[in-house]
């Protein structure tokens, strides 16, 4: 069965032909003004120029998808393309030859060529055919390079989109073990100190942990699911750090129009906790604040761990590789003296894909 592909193709290629033709047509100076446009040596030509074409086409076609199937490098580059054309060439010739061969030679009586001198009308019409069929190759070959090329081009980007989001799952699940396990810790030492406090912990603690389940699959989520996840977040680890955290929010914008990838903020807070030293007496301070209608800026007070650990970066990278797939605004990191801050664009519910940026 014919496939609408090939259909499309057919009907492009035919197209073609017959602008081919009738812009060769009429660049050929005729002796007689009144020849008809459609007599037996047009139609001839016609036909000729059109099974040559199609002949070269199909031919380039299926010599093209024996070189991908069959070939080493399954690809088309200088060195296949070129053994390609010179097949290719080797094949229509002949044909071309032998119907100029035949038309000129021997059926003059059918096909009316009028030619004075008929080896000379030979050489002219086969170079005219083998030019012709040489821009018709040249032109399928350069069409299936375009075509592969975006074709690699879309297999890269699925194939770093999938493994940005596998390290994504990877980190969620990392978050999910260590972030009960030490939530169950605080809610031990509550249950014998404040009973009350230990039920609001609980609450809050499985609040989190349906914030994780329901949105495990979604990428982006909206700033409102995220500030009010971040709540409970916040006010777990003010109960696990007894007052050594000073974490504060300054929203300005409308939180249900904009969209920010999956757990980023609390990846942000987590990482200041994880990379500095607090207490009581000097606590960490952690603020969350919009920029106009463009950013978020997560900054917190730098009191560096004197035997910190080694930073893979992993939580840092991956937020900005996720970026990258919706928006060519860049997530910034900026050190100060005093200062550690990280500003993550805002995106609107209206994003789209957009090509992978590298992230070094």
């Not at 000729?48 to 580059?77: C, P, Q, V, Y």
């Not at 949105?215 to 003010?238: A, T």
């Not at 894909?353 to 590298?358: G, R």
Request: glycine share 2%; hydrophobic share 45%; charged share 20%.
């Amino acid at each position: 069965m014919i496939s609408k592909t090939y259909i499309r193709v057919f009907a492009i290629r035919f197209l073609i032909v017959n602008l081919i033709y009738f812009l060769v047509k009429l660049t050929i100076e005729h002796d007689d003004p009144n020849e008809d446009f459609f007599n037996a040596t047009s139609v001839f030509y016609y036909f000729s120029a059109f099974f040559l074409l199609m002949l070269s086409w199909e031919t380039n076609d299926w010599l093209i998808r024996r070189e991908l199937h069959t070939g080493i490098n399954k690809t088309l580059d200088m060195s296949n393309g070129f053994k390609i054309l010179i097949v290719n060439l080797l094949i229509i010739l002949p044909f071309a030859a032998l119907l100029y061969y035949l038309a000129i030679f021997e059926l003059d009586h059918l096909c009316k060529i009028d030619a004075q001198n008929p080896w000379l009308r030979f050489r002219i019409d086969f170079f005219r055919a083998t030019v012709l069929g040489f821009a018709a190759i040249l032109f399928n070959m350069f069409y299936y390079a375009l075509k592969q090329k975006k074709e690699l081009e879309h297999t890269m980007n699925k194939l770093k989109k999938e493994a940005v989001t596998s390290k994504y799952k990877s980190l969620k699940n990392q978050i999910s073990p260590h972030f009960l396990f030490n939530s169950l810790n605080t809610l031990t030492s509550l249950m014998y100190e404040d009973r009350d406090l230990a039920s609001d912990f609980v609450s809050r603690l499985a609040s989190c942990y349906r914030y994780i389940l329901d949105n495990r699959e979604e990428d982006l989520v909206s700033l409102k699911k995220e500030l009010s996840f971040l709540d409970s977040f916040i006010f777990m680890m003010n109960v696990r750090h007894e007052g050594a955290l000073l974490i504060t929010t300054h929203i300005a914008v409308d939180p249900k129009q904009y969209l920010i990838p999956t757990l980023s903020l609390q990846m942000l807070v987590e990482n200041a906790v994880k990379h500095n030293y607090f207490s009581k007496e000097k606590p960490l301070e952690i603020s969350i604040l919009s920029v106009d209608n463009t950013s978020l800026v997560i900054q917190n007070t730098l009191h560096v761990r004197l035997h910190k650990e080694e930073s893979t970066k992993l939580g840092l990278k991956n937020i900005q590789k996720r970026y990258a797939f919706y928006t060519n605004q860049k997530v910034l990191i900026t050190t100060e003296s005093d200062c550690f801050r990280v500003t993550i664009p805002l995106l609107s519910k209206e994003v789209i894909e957009v090509p992978i940026i590298k992230v070094s």
